[in-house]
């Protein structure tokens, strides 16, 4: 899978769940839902874009094109509502500015993840091949940084969305981690892939690393909680930390030692793009 096509899929994925209690959206979460159906529907129109995303991989192309066809219906119900629009004006220049913060994010994180050769080997499980690709991506990744942060205003505006991003990365992490322990999932996403499964779990096994430590700094889940997105109690990050610590093995030692200096979302994008590339 290209970075890019991971990187839409998160921010469309993101997008979608990002419902009420009730299931209904919200006023800017109908807005953000708007500019993601846009784009989606922007990019099965364009033949260049959807073949670069792809891999021109034309079964892939075809289920963004169903996809974006579903999008293009909703999106019409949506723009015919004339007092949304209006609302919406308002609103997208800062929507706009925070998913360009949240892309900086994800950039900087997984720059700094491929920069980390002894995280990168036990995310790919030592595969050469995959390691070689996540060089090349972070390439492309920097130079699109670079891009950003040259944007003074930007710059002025996105340290509050990136405390954000950390919390909601903390929690897609363990959810990743989650997903790589889980073998009936496991066996239904790869088809039973032995392969698959067995890379999958190398990735989720350092995600789950990260986990165990970060739910165990208080000061962290504190702040994620003030924002109102919740993250595990601090008993169970407790015992998991308790447990990890008991764990005479010294590979596993190792490994959380040198992945401690990592953040959680550098960590995450990594291991999440390189596993979905595995699929």
Not at 214 to 241: F, H, P, R, Y
Request: proline share 0%; aromatic share 4%.
């Amino acid at each position: 899978m290209q970075y890019s096509t991971l990187f839409f899929s998160v921010l469309f994925s993101t997008a979608v769940a990002a419902m009420g209690e009730n299931g209904t959206l919200t006023e800017e979460q109908t807005c953000k839902e708007i500019l993601g159906l846009n784009a989606l529907v922007k990019l099965a129109n364009n033949q260049t874009k959807l073949n670069a995303v792809t891999g021109n991989d034309a079964t892939r192309a075809m289920a963004i094109q169903a996809k974006a066809s579903a999008a293009s219906t909703k999106l019409t119900e949506l723009q015919s509502n004339s007092t949304l629009m209006t609302q919406c004006a308002a609103i997208d220049g800062e929507i706009m500015t925070n998913a360009t913060c949240t892309q900086q994010f994800l950039l900087q994180k997984f720059v700094d993840f491929a920069a980390n050769e002894t995280l990168v080997s036990q995310a790919v499980n030592n595969d050469m091949t995959k390691t070689a690709e996540v060089q090349l991506k972070a390439s492309s990744a920097a130079s699109k940084l670079q891009e950003l942060q040259s944007n003074a205003t930007l710059q002025a505006a996105c340290p509050a969305v990136f405390m954000a991003d950390e919390c909601k990365m903390l929690v897609a992490l363990k959810k990743f981690a989650d997903f790589g322990m889980n073998s009936t999932k496991l066996e239904k996403v790869t088809m039973g892939n032995e392969t698959k499964i067995t890379n999958i779990k190398a990735a989720a096994g350092v995600a789950e690393m990260q986990v165990m430590m970060l739910e165990a700094n208080s000061t962290l889940m504190a702040e994620c909680m003030d924002m109102g997105i919740s993250v595990m109690g601090g008993e169970d990050a407790t015992q998991k930390s308790t447990s990890m610590t008991m764990d005479s093995n010294s590979t596993s030692s190792k490994s959380a030692a040198s992945i401690n200096s990592m953040s959680l979302s550098a960590l995450f994008m990594g291991v999440l793009a390189l596993a979905m590339s595995m699929l």
